[in-house]
């Protein structure tokens, strides 16, 4: 049986005002689109997702968040890193990294530094998303600042999913954001890869990417 509702202009100002303003920015998820290469993470949401190889496409611009003026804190997550015959590879990322070139409009990302962090061996996107917000919360990653994307290098010990896919299988590289302590973090995860090459360029990829498209309705 159909009802039929009635409400006051002012309510229904009200009720449509309180729904967007309840709407979590997080919750934003990318748009479908011809060569966006999306997958689902592990609660469900989407991501944008690099493989090494894959075409490039056009990007348009979709009205949303663009970081004009971003800063880029790398993280090693994982015991491992802290060996010292990976010491030269980190120094090489980091600097790649630092040499970053952006679109028309967006400033070089600012370098705010490296840190090693320890992680268990086996990490999905939800664990990875826990790691960083444990560093947040003592200190390890000390800015709270919207501008910042986290570029985070797992280990080689570290074995990691996204939802259902495979690092090297299904990506190299992805980007994807969180709220906690009230602040958006965008972050991008590069699994470790024996050929640093591929490492460099899923880093670099996805970098920009959540430079100009950090929630998802930006340039994609």
Do not use: C
Request: net charge negative.
């Amino acid at each position: 049986m159909k009802r039929t509702f009635s409400f006051t202009v002012a309510a229904l100002m009200t009720f449509t005002l309180a729904s967007a303003e309840e709407q979590p920015r997080h919750a934003r998820i990318l748009a479908d689109k011809p060569g966006l290469a999306t997958a689902f993470d592990d609660d469900g949401g989407k991501v944008e997702i690099f493989l090494h190889g894959e075409a490039g496409r056009t990007l348009e611009f979709h009205g949303g968040a663009v970081m004009h003026e971003p800063l880029m804190q790398v993280v090693f997550l994982g015991a491992r890193w802290q060996q010292p015959e990976l010491a030269g590879l980190k120094r090489n990322l980091q600097s790649h990294l630092e040499r970053l070139a952006m679109p028309e409009g967006i400033h070089p990302a600012a370098a705010v530094g490296a840190r090693d962090i320890d992680a268990p061996g086996t990490m999905n996107d939800l664990a990875i998303q826990a790691a960083l917000d444990r560093a947040i919360n003592d200190g390890a990653l000390p800015l709270r600042d919207e501008r910042v994307v986290v570029v985070v290098f797992l280990a080689p010990d570290v074995h990691s999913t996204l939802g259902h896919h495979r690092p090297q299988r299904d990506y190299d590289s992805y980007h994807s954001h969180f709220n906690a302590h009230d602040t958006d973090v965008r972050y991008v995860v590069v699994p470790f890869n024996d050929d640093a090459t591929t490492m460099k360029a899923a880093a670099a990829t996805s970098t920009v990417r959540a430079i100009i498209n950090p929630d998802g309705d930006g340039w994609y």
